[in-house]
């Protein structure tokens, strides 16, 4: 038997779409945010978008990584100042 896993060519392009904005993302070139709650699901966002509302998701219940992540950052930059 043969398990060789397909060759995957390298011009191929992964491209999703930013639940909020609706723009293109470029999976291979740009970074994705993915924002999970409960009783809604997951959100997909583009870099942009997550920027510009990850505070305003965060406070509405929304959690994922990179929401953690930046949370703690404002955590040490508050205990710092």
Request: with cysteine; proline share 1%; charged share 35%.
């Amino acid at each position: 038997m043969n398990h060789e896993e397909p060759i995957q060519d390298n011009n191929d392009i992964d491209m999703e779409i930013c639940d909020e904005c609706a723009g293109e993302i470029n999976c291979n070139k740009e970074n994705i945010y993915i924002l999970t709650k409960e009783e809604e699901g997951d959100k997909l966002w583009c870099q942009c978008c997550f920027e510009e509302l990850w505070k305003e998701y965060s406070n509405n219940g929304w959690t994922g990584d990179d929401i953690e992540y930046y949370l703690e950052l404002e955590k040490e930059e508050n205990e710092t100042s």
